[in-house]
C-alpha cells in the first residue's frame, strides 16, 4: 500500500521545546517537501529536499530544521526559534523536480499545538 | 516571484448544481496547474491537473480550463454531490521547484 506517512498526528508542545514531525513515503520519489498551513490560508514551503542528503529553504523556513538521510524519509523539526509555530504540518512528494515530474502528493498532516 | 489568487473563498450550491473556482497567477512562466481537494483534517489530494500546452481538461465531472493568454484558470465541478463538500486550492508551479498555493474556497453543498 504506497503512499505518505506522517506521525504523529496531534502533537502537543510546551514553548521552548523543540519537536519533531515524522514523514515517510514509500512512493521512491526523489523530491520531498514541508508545508505549513493556517486556517484560511494556503500552503506555505517550509523547507524542500531534491534528493537523498541535499535541502534547500522555501519561503518560512526561519525556526525549521530538516534532514534527509534517507530518501523515504524527511523529519522537520520545529525549534524554539519558531514565533508562532502552531499549525498544521503537511509533507508532501514528487517523482523528482522539474517538469513533468513534478506532481506533488501529500500526506495527512501533523497538528502542532503550543501551549 | 509567483502569486496566486483565488475566487471565491466560500461556494454554497444546490446539489445537482454547478461549482467554478477561478484562479489567476502573476508569472507567465506558470506551467502547470494542479487542483487540490481536501477535507477537513486531512491532506490535500490531487484531482485534476493541466499542463500549459493543454487549455482544456476534464475528468468525469470535474473539468479545468486554462487561459494562458489571460493567465486564469478554472476548476468546474458539474452535478454537484454532498461529499463535493469540501476547500478546494488551486496552485501554479513555477521556478521549476515551487508551488504557490491559492487561499482556498470552500465549497458546500446543499442537500
Known amino acids: 500500500d504506497g503512499g505518505i506517512t506522517q506521525s504523529p498526528k496531534y502533537l502537543f508542545r510546551k514553548e521552548g521545546q523543540n519537536v519533531t514531525l515524522s514523514c515517510e513515503q514509500n512512493l521512491n520519489h526523489d523530491a520531498m517537501y514541508w508545508y505549513r498551513q493556517d486556517p484560511g490560508q494556503g500552503l506555505r514551503l517550509i523547507y524542500y529536499s531534491q534528493i537523498v542528503n541535499d535541502f534547500q529553504k522555501g519561503d518560512i523556513a526561519e525556526g525549521y530544521s530538516v534532514s534527509r538521510e534517507k530518501k523515504e524519509s524527511f523529519p522537520l523539526t520545529v525549534t524554539s526559534a519558531q514565533k508562532n509555530p502552531t499549525a498544521f504540518y503537511l509533507c508532501?512528494?514528487?517523482?523528482?523536480?522539474?517538469?513533468?515530474?513534478?506532481?506533488?502528493?501529500f500526506g495527512p498532516g501533523t497538528r502542532l499545538t503550543v501551549l | 516571484g509567483e502569486n496566486v489568487e483565488q475566487h471565491p473563498s466560500t461556494l454554497s450550491v444546490q446539489e445537482g448544481d454547478s461549482a467554478v473556482i477561478k484562479c489567476t497567477y502573476s508569472?507567465?512562466?506558470?506551467?502547470?496547474f494542479p487542483w487540490y481537494k481536501q477535507e477537513l483534517g486531512k491532506g490535500p489530494q490531487l484531482i485534476i491537473d493541466?499542463?500549459?500546452?493543454?487549455g482544456e481538461k476534464k475528468d468525469q465531472r470535474i473539468a479545468v480550463t486554462l487561459n494562458k493568454t489571460a493567465k486564469h484558470f478554472s476548476l468546474h465541478i458539474t452535478e454537484t454531490q454532498p461529499e463535493d463538500s469540501a476547500v478546494y486550492f488551486c496552485a501554479a508551479f513555477w521556478n521549476d521547484y515551487k508551488l504557490s498555493f491559492g487561499a482556498g474556497t470552500t465549497v458546500t453543498v446543499r442537500a
Open positions: 493541466i499542463r500549459s500546452n493543454v
Open positions: 508532501a512528494s514528487s517523482i523528482a523536480l522539474g517538469q513533468g515530474t513534478d506532481t506533488q502528493y
Open positions: 508569472d507567465s512562466a506558470s506551467n502547470y
